[in-house]
């Protein structure tokens, strides 16, 4: 573990479960465990699975300014989001590109909380609240506990009332197991899941007593890492292995336009004076590549970085790749030209451990297409 200043809670039970805890924004994270990633993959899609997702920083916005600090660092309209909601947001910089995505808390009419994740968020909110009526707290003890899969909301209900109730990108103020809890409709897995928001002392007794429970429901602790699994197939990008910080350009510096990335929805309509506005209006129509999806023949996955070749010539890259049994395919993000994206161009990625792999490129996501899943009601 190298670099963390941050510390989880957790971190006994992760090294029970046969964690290293390597660093991850700065804290010691569960990225292994021991045992089969694809046995937690197989919980989250079909039962449960709870992460320790504590390394995601949360930042307090609080006070008269804080809807304008936030208007002014990332691309959405606040007057939009009332308190108990909250959205999914970016932050690009001056020349118009991608630095970090976060998700939005509109706690009270002036409070806010940003989540985010290894980005230069936090700087990019406190650069907007200079000279500003706010106050802007980093949290390191709120502890972020991820209970995602179709059978979560059946465990919560035995414990939480009304979470039936408690819409997509909707967050509640209750209790869990007596303990003070903000429990948000949020995730990072193409599924109906929440996001535990507790104290940092409560986080074990919290942790222990779901997989306790739940265990008879099928519900297990999951890695961190198998979030890579299924956000491929969910297209949920995780900055920065997806970025040209990973896989930089030839000739420029890194940094990506969120119409190459696939998040302009990030932006709401008509929305300017946020940073770096201009240049990203101006941008549009101009990508130097896609982010966008390959489906692979067979059974065998590419590994991050693998070429991606037309012709005998390398066109792009591909940032993740995984094969699900459960779904019966093996797909990947890519970075790949243009003229690519679409579902009809045939490619090969060149796997230094399987060789050649055929492939078509595809829209993403692959699974779930109407996110009828994570939107589910009842």
């Given at each position: 573990?190298?670099?963390?200043?941050?510390?989880?809670?957790?971190?006994?039970?992760?090294?029970?479960?046969?964690?290293?805890?390597?660093?991850?924004?700065?804290?010691?994270?569960?990225?292994?465990?021991?045992?089969?990633?694809?046995?937690?993959?197989?919980?989250?899609?079909?039962?449960?699975?709870?992460?320790?997702?504590?390394?995601?920083?949360?930042?307090?916005?609080?006070?008269?300014?804080?809807?304008?600090?936030?208007?002014?660092?990332?691309?959405?309209?606040?007057?939009?989001?009332?308190?108990?909601?909250?959205?999914?947001?970016?932050?690009?910089?001056?020349?118009?590109?991608?630095?970090?995505?976060?998700?939005?808390?509109?706690?009270?009419?002036?409070?806010?909380?940003?989540?985010?994740?290894?980005?230069?968020?936090?700087?990019?909110?406190?650069?907007?609240?200079?000279?500003?009526?706010?106050?802007?707290?980093?949290?390191?003890?709120?502890?972020?506990?991820?209970?995602?899969?179709?059978?979560?909301?059946?465990?919560?209900?035995?414990?939480?009332?009304?979470?039936?109730?408690?819409?997509?990108?909707?967050?509640?103020?209750?209790?869990?197991?007596?303990?003070?809890?903000?429990?948000?409709?949020?995730?990072?897995?193409?599924?109906?899941?929440?996001?535990?928001?507790?104290?940092?002392?409560?986080?074990?007794?919290?942790?222990?007593?779901?997989?306790?429970?739940?265990?008879?429901?099928?519900?297990?602790?999951?890695?961190?890492?198998?979030?890579?699994?299924?956000?491929?197939?969910?297209?949920?990008?995780?900055?920065?292995?997806?970025?040209?910080?990973?896989?930089?350009?030839?000739?420029?510096?890194?940094?990506?336009?969120?119409?190459?990335?696939?998040?302009?929805?990030?932006?709401?309509?008509?929305?300017?004076g946020f940073r770096g506005a201009e240049e990203h209006y101006r941008l549009k129509?101009?990508?130097?590549?896609?982010?966008?999806?390959?489906?692979?023949?067979?059974?065998?996955?590419?590994?991050?970085?693998?070429?991606?070749?037309?012709?005998?010539?390398?066109?792009?890259?591909?940032?993740?790749?995984?094969?699900?049994?459960?779904?019966?395919?093996?797909?990947?993000?890519?970075?790949?030209?243009?003229?690519?994206?679409?579902?009809?161009?045939?490619?090969?990625?060149?796997?230094?451990?399987?060789?050649?792999?055929?492939?078509?490129?595809?829209?993403?996501?692959?699974?779930?297409?109407?996110?009828?899943?994570?939107?589910?009601?009842?």
């Open positions: 573990m190298t670099n963390s200043w941050r510390f989880s809670t957790l971190a006994d039970r992760h090294r029970a479960l046969g964690s290293n805890l390597e660093d991850w924004s700065g804290m010691g994270t569960a990225w292994s465990y021991d045992g089969d990633p694809m046995a937690e993959y197989m919980a989250i899609r079909t039962k449960a699975g709870l992460m320790d997702v504590s390394g995601l920083k949360k930042v307090h916005i609080t006070g008269p300014a804080a809807s304008h600090v936030i208007e002014r660092a990332t691309t959405r309209n606040m007057e939009k989001l009332m308190p108990g909601r909250s959205v999914y947001a970016t932050m690009l910089n001056d020349q118009g590109k991608f630095i970090d995505d976060c998700v939005i808390y509109r706690l009270a009419p002036n409070a806010f909380m940003v989540v985010h994740g290894s980005g230069q968020a936090h700087e990019q909110l406190t650069m907007a609240a200079t000279g500003r009526d706010v106050s802007i707290r980093f949290d390191d003890n709120t502890h972020d506990l991820s209970l995602q899969g179709p059978l979560a909301v059946d465990y919560l209900a035995q414990h939480v009332p009304g979470i039936r109730d408690l819409a997509y990108f909707s967050q509640m103020q209750t209790s869990l197991f007596g303990k003070p809890a903000m429990i948000s409709r949020t995730g990072y897995t193409g599924e109906r899941g929440y996001e535990l928001f507790v104290r940092g002392q409560d986080a074990p007794m919290i942790w222990d007593r779901i997989l306790e429970e739940g265990a008879a429901m099928g519900i297990i602790p999951c890695r961190f890492t198998t979030l890579d699994l299924l956000r491929t197939e969910s297209y949920l990008l995780f900055f920065p292995y997806d970025n040209s910080e990973m896989y930089p350009f030839e000739n420029e510096g890194p940094g990506d336009t969120l119409w190459e990335l696939g998040l302009d929805f990030t932006v709401s309509p008509g929305k300017v129509g101009k990508e130097r590549f896609k982010i966008w999806g390959l489906k692979l023949e067979g059974n065998n996955v590419p590994g991050n970085g693998a070429p991606v070749m037309r012709g005998g010539t390398q066109v792009g890259v591909v940032t993740q790749a995984m094969h699900s049994p459960l779904n019966n395919h093996t797909v990947a993000i890519a970075r790949i030209p243009v003229d690519c994206a679409n579902d009809s161009t045939r490619l090969v990625v060149n796997c230094a451990t399987h060789g050649e792999i055929a492939a078509i490129t595809s829209p993403m996501p692959f699974y779930d297409v109407e996110k009828k899943r994570r939107t589910a009601k009842g």
